[in-house]
């Protein structure tokens, strides 16, 4: 029986059920004909039904199907010039996924009919491959939106109260004992009652997960026995990736993310996303042919001036064009989606650089920018920038504008390099641990500008930061040639794994050291997932393709008395405001107090001159901050007090004497964390003028109560 067919709309993008049938529309200005394809199923032998979109307003094909439901497996093909050489690449041959797809069934099955030219050609591209792609490719699927969102609502954590905690969906709950083995691995494990009590007991407020947008698994890796277990090769921004389904493929995904999402909202905890929107998984002129590049080559990615070859900001390939219209409608469309529909609370951007460039320079005036900070919906969920990429220019740590938050890779290279013992940090130490106002305090940004880590997924975990000289990626294969080569890493003494006590003992320490000096910076802490359990990957810095017990947790061998110590370390942060303050400290008096906000000191006990930090070799440093200073008021506009805190860093081999400064700065001070002892309170009380032996390589933190 011949199928029903009204015009339909060209909004919304995408296919939108609306209880009594779906409307397709799809974005293809220089393309000559499309048709929409439905599968009887998601398997290779499906029955294939084409039908032709005639209805075409401006750049949008579109078609509207009575009594299609959801649960369709759908694709396009889509016909025009097959001219590489001028940026067209179109081949009806292919299937091509939704760019818009809610839901995607199924993975890639790699074949040489995803690939738009004979592959081995002697003119490589410049060839057509007219294989059929459909019985390999991955199909769209229809979804029904509604979802029984009850009663949630939206942590809304502010920036100055949020710690966030980095994590892999699989990587984190796979090999969990107690989570049911069914969901491991899945968004159901992460929404489980068991993964949500962790992080409460925890403390952190948000969890950052890893690409979950739909992504490919590279061919080589797959001959190789390995994967894209990162994820960061996207295919399509609206879809959760089946992969980490634990309920179905044909939109159940989605309804697991919702849940999870809701789980985590009603134990106040965000959702972060990690989105990757600088470049695709169709890779350079030699890639597969899966959605874009075969939809409209020329709209979609940025193009050589010959047109044949890509523009490669990213080192994968490809760079989606951020600055012409249809692709950043797409970026906002998809940023909204998962805001108002999949309820997120914000995001962070893989090498956000490549999408404020302008032409080749960036450009923290881009349209991007321009387009994100007036729309009212995504200018108020959390924006984190990764603020680099591979081009010409591309660091750019403390250039985005007002309104973002950014990964401070120099706070991560500073603490590094505190700890390990190099000379000239005293000065960048300080700016670090207040903020990095150096970076931030133009432009009315406060020190939440500053996303402060020590280790992320990208590098060694903290174990390994303090456990290896060198990156050990052989199992990679890559003639251990990938991952960063410079780590600011130190073993203690030996390489790897030891026996040696007094290694293991230093390397505890070390480890205390970078979490202490975390949660007591201003700023935003990141921790890295699996940190405070002491989990290694081995020597590994590039974990990217290792879907295996490297990468994920094991929590059979989690190392308790690190994570009591970091759950500690949070909760000491959460009670008290001197550690997560709002604005900059000024270096002034205070008003009757006699005394400035913070206070920097010399192992003598006095106040230390502007030539001190000129003292390349120094390695110790102490600061005081108080209480009354952090002129701050909470929701209510009472103005936000605290005790006092005297810190002492101390990153020299040998032990160092500290004089506690004179009774203006504390009546009483008491022992709260010492960092040479897993403990994090001893209760000692010291009067001030008192000399403190201070560990070498230790952290010690004073508390003074606040005097009325």
Known sequence: ?????????????????????????????????????LFDSDQSDAREERIPLKERTHDIWHIYLPHLKPGQKYGYRVYGPYKPEEGCRFNPNKLLIDPYAKAIAGVIKWHESIFGYHIGDEINDLSCNEQDSAPYVPKSVVIDNAFDWGSDTKPNIRYHQTIIYEAHVKGFTFTHPDIPENIRGSYAAIGHPITIQYLKDLGVTAIELLPIHHFVNDWHLQDNGLSNYWGYNTIGFFAPDVKYSSSGVNGEQVTEFKQMVKNLHAAGIEVILDVVYNHTAEGNELGPTLNFRGIDNRSYYRLTEDGRHYVDYTGTGNTLNANLPNVLQLIMDSLRYWILDMRVDGFRFDLASALAREFHDVNKLSAFFDIIH?????????????????????????????????WNGKYRDCIRDFWRGEESKLGEFASRFTGSSDLYGDDYRTPIAS?????????????????????????????????ESHNRSWNCGEEGPTENQDILTLRAKQKRNFLATLFLSQGVPMLLGGDELGRTQKGNNNGYCQDNEISWYNWNEADEELLAFTKKLINLRKNHPSFCRRKWFMGQEIKGAGVEDIVWFLPEGNIMPDEAWDNDAAKSLAVYLDGRGIRSVDLEGNKIYDDHFYVIFNAHYEPIDYKLPDERYGAKWTKILNTDDAQIEDGNGYQPGDMIQVAGRSVVLFHAPLQD
């Not at 200018?379 to 750019?396: C, F, T």
């Not at 060198?470 to 003639?479: R, V």
């Open 374 to 406: 007036q729309d009212p919906v995504i200018s108020q969920v959390k924006l984190i920038a990764e603020p680099w990429d591979v081009g010409e220019g591309g660091y750019q740590v403390g250039n985005f504008p007002a309104g973002w938050v950014e």
């Open 1 to 37: 029986m011949e199928r029903t067919v009204y015009p339909g709309s060209p909004y919304p993008l995408g296919a939108s059920y609306d209880g009594k049938g779906t409307n397709f529309a799809l974005f293809a200005r220089h393309a000559e004909g499309v048709e929409l394809c």
């Open 451 to 483: 996303v402060n880590f020590i280790t992320a997924h990208d590098g060694f975990t903290l174990n390994d930061l303090v456990s290896y000289n060198e990156k050990h990626n052989e199992a990679n294969g890559e003639d251990n040639k990938d991952g």
